[in-house]
């Protein structure tokens, strides 16, 4: 796969054209163990995979490959002594060839500036993927509690994704990419094309999340997070908590409760085992939620294949637009919290797991966006787009239909003015506001004075007065005209490399429309609104949001678009922003700054010849040009050479120095 490379106000626009229709992409948080970035995108006919940079294969000589069999079969029969029985020839594994890697990566090229795919693997599923999400894992691998996860986080990638024949089902795949030559053996050859769930050919794993009560539409996003698995004598009998929707001191003090029981229960031995949770959405009747829970294998090395109905169900005021687990992973108090936006204009929050063994959790909070006038002068809720969860889950971020963008800051966790400090702002307010951009809707088509007779009239005369207006009608597109709904999403990155003693910061990309705008700290961006500081839009740095707003899909609308994970290697700047990963209809568009080069060693100049070496070359025949116009340049200056090196140079030759 080859790019198209475009330079658009200093920055690099990589974009690949993909064979089939895309619906969403998304980059893993973690990387390869080869440094590679592992992208996953879902389109018309399954997913796929693509490692991105890191350290490519090593070339292994020829003899190296595997050798046919001797009878003509290609495939490995296993025997067994003890019996004398064959092992069917279908349950045969392929041939599988672990990958070698270079030591380094490769190294700058001027004519490429961007990171080589080193490998592709395609999973065809004969339906569309239509959502994708991965589970909340930590920015900085290195101190992450990983001895304490399942054996699988570490060693394999986890994405829920949901599918057009109105399922969910859970991948699991290595996240070391399969070496080309297991890609290129007959087996997988054969059988790409009718690669199924229930055969595994690279080390990947489908289950399908399927009940009585399962989705009878299409589900409208997917969300997945890791629990643990909690004995049920441990399980604690709660009161039922009934929470305000206004905000008020009932509202907290209920949710320190839950938080309190979740603490205890995080309390257990590590060697319970792990769950993971999946929750999904449609517009079944009113809308439907539905969280699954699937146990993990005896030490955390798989999925259990058993069939999984929903674990719980809830019925909605209004359809969802997202839904979103906690970002703060187990064993915080706040991972099993659910957010889910509606609509409407209501940020509702349900916590999944039981406070008893008979209830089938519980809505903690609702959150309402503020009041817009309408044409028929009823007051309505601002609609909302999507909504994240920021600063380690404290806080709540929404984008507006509008395209404005508000913080709820539900447990007090953002910086504060000198002068509020001691005042708890409401809860209902937005802490921070702001808008994606310039996004305003363009100005209704309007008619000039000679055209007011010609109302009745499609194919109007053109003429000077007219040329202009209907030049702007038809280049303007159908949603401009049509006043149609914009898209518009969130993309929430924990930040790496957080200062000792502050809080956790975050990495925000909104996106409106074909309008991205990213806040490299959320944390610095808050304090800067609540201290009046900095600037509106700015290059990025000390917070200020910055605007992309040159997105170059070819015609084609914005699906999604995200960030990538923040890697140091060959051609990479740390004050760099961050990659963006936006999906267009047929195409992957990577935003990114230009490579840095490499400093490269400077070579040892040879120290300046003197004018009697000079002479001396001449008096060979052996002077370069340099030579000369050093001869010629003492001679300019007074200085005139021997008379028997001018006699010396040769017949005509002195002519030179005359």
């Not at 969802?320 to 609509?343: G, I, M, W």
């Not at 709540?396 to 395209?403: G, N, Q, R, T």
């Not at 300046?608 to 000369?628: R, T």
Request: hydrophobic share 35%.
């Amino acid at each position: 796969m080859k790019p198209n490379v475009r330079s658009i106000d200093g920055l690099l626009q990589i974009c690949y054209d993909l064979p089939h229709r895309v619906h969403t992409a998304k980059a893993y948080p973690l990387t390869s163990p080869n440094g590679s970035t592992i992208i996953v995108y879902g389109h018309e006919h399954g997913i796929r995979l693509i490692w991105e940079g890191g350290r490519p294969f090593k070339r292994l000589p020829e003899d190296a490959q595997r050798k046919p069999k001797p009878n003509g079969s290609n495939r490995d029969t296993v025997i067994s002594l003890d019996s004398g029985d064959e092992e069917p020839v279908g349950k045969a594994e392929p041939f599988q060839v672990m990958p070698l890697f270079e030591s380094e990566e490769e190294e700058y090229d001027s004519s490429e500036p961007y990171q080589t795919i080193i490998q592709t693997l395609e999973l065809p599923l004969g339906v569309e993927v239509l959502h994708l999400a991965f589970p909340h894992l930590p920015a900085d691998r290195k101190r992450a509690r990983l001895d304490t996860w399942p054996k699988l986080m570490s060693e394999k990638l986890i994405c829920a994704f949901t599918c057009s024949d109105f399922t969910v089902r859970v991948l699991t795949v290595p996240l070391i990419p399969p070496s080309p030559r297991s890609k290129a053996t007959p087996e997988v050859r054969n059988v790409a094309s009718n690669l199924s769930a229930e055969r595994s050919f690279f080390g990947e794993h489908i289950v399908t999340l399927m009940g009585s009560k399962s989705h009878q539409s299409l589900p409208k996003g997917v969300s997945i997070s890791i629990t643990e698995r909690v004995p049920e004598d441990d399980d604690e009998e709660g009161d039922d908590v009934e929470m305000e929707d206004d905000g008020s001191r009932g509202t907290k003090s209920a949710l320190s409760r839950s938080a309190s029981r979740s603490r205890s229960r995080s309390r257990v031995a590590q060697d319970q085992g792990y769950d993971l949770i999946v929750a999904s959405h449609s517009a079944d009747l009113s809308g439907l939620l539905l969280v699954y829970r699937i146990p993990f294998e005896a030490g955390g090395s798989g999925m259990s294949t058993e069939q999984h109905g929903p674990w719980r169900t809830q019925y909605l005021a209004s359809p969802a637009v997202s839904v979103e687990f906690n970002s703060a992973q187990h064993p915080a108090s706040r991972h099993s919290r659910l957010l889910v936006a509606e609509a409407k204009g209501v940020v509702r929050i349900f916590d999944c797991l039981p406070q008893s063994k008979t209830e089938q959790g519980s809505w903690l909070l609702s959150l309402h966006t503020p009041l817009e006038s309408s044409q028929d002068s009823m007051p309505r809720r601002k609609a909302i787009l999507d909504a994240r969860w920021v600063l380690e889950g404290k806080s709540i971020l929404v984008l507006l239909a509008d395209s404005k963008y508000g913080i709820w800051d539900i447990e007090n966790a953002g910086p504060k003015a000198a002068d509020t400090a001691t005042i708890p702002p409401a809860l209902t307010a937005f802490a921070v506001e702001g808008r994606v951009g310039d996004s305003i809707k363009p100005k209704p088509f309007l008619k000039s004075s000679s055209t007011k007779n010609e109302t009745k009239s499609k194919l109007a005369p053109m003429t000077p007065s007219t040329r202009k207006i209907r030049q702007e009608a038809l280049f303007a597109g159908p949603a401009a005209q049509s006043g149609g709904p914009t898209l518009g999403g969130l993309y929430v990155s924990p930040t790496q490399d957080t200062p000792s003693g502050r809080p956790a910061d975050d990495a925000i990309l909104l996106w409106y429309g074909t309008t991205i705008m990213i806040i490299p700290s959320l944390f610095t961006h808050w304090q800067n609104y609540v201290h009046k500081a900095g600037n509106l839009f700015g290059t990025g740095a000390k917070g200020e949001p910055k605007l992309i707003s040159n997105i170059q899909l070819c015609g084609e609308s914005c699906n999604e678009a995200g960030m990538l994970p923040v890697l140091k290697g060959p051609g990479k700047n740390p004050s760099d922003q961050a990659e963006i990963l936006v999906t267009g209809e047929h195409r992957l568009l990577i935003v990114t700054s230009p490579p840095v080069k490499p400093p490269q060693a400077a070579e040892p100049t040879s120290p300046p010849l003197s004018s009697s070496a000079d002479q001396q070359l001449l008096a060979k025949g052996e002077l370069d040009v340099h030579g000369m116009d050093r001869i010629l340049a003492g001679m300019s200056n007074g200085h005139t050479p021997a008379r028997n090196s001018c006699r010396s140079y040769g017949k005509g030759k002195n002519l030179l120095l005359s």
